[in-house]
């Protein structure tokens, strides 16, 4: 399974990065591809290709706040294949998330 995601926060230091190590972790233990986009206070890293997004089974907005180029994200909303949640929410239970993705 391939997942691509954003994750950004009011702030952009500390759940931008948590929850992109949360996810992570949880799709290696799960032996699935995943690469996730932070847009937080060091602005995009890991940016996400169309490719990317185009070969992606589910996509995770992880995000508390509007971000730049979620128009990427378009089709795969129209698939029914995006899960969008509050950072928090990914922190505190990345399994129950990874889960949800897999049912997308």
Do not use: W
């Not at 948590?18 to 890991?46: F, H, P, S, W």
């Not at 969008?84 to 993705?101: F, M, R």
């Amino acid at each position: 399974m391939k997942i691509v995601g954003v994750t950004a926060c009011t702030t952009g230091i500390a759940h931008t990065y948590m929850a992109q190590e949360a996810l992570e972790k949880e799709c290696a233990k799960r032996g699935y591809e995943v690469k996730i986009e932070t847009q937080g206070g060091m602005g995009i890293d890991n940016e996400l290709t169309e490719e990317e997004i185009n070969g992606a089974d589910a996509v995770i907005l992880a995000i508390a706040i509007g971000i730049e180029g979620e128009e990427r994200f378009e089709e795969k909303q129209d698939q029914g294949k995006v899960l969008t949640l509050d950072p928090s929410n990914v922190i505190k239970n990345v399994k129950g998330v990874v889960d949800q993705l897999e049912n997308l």
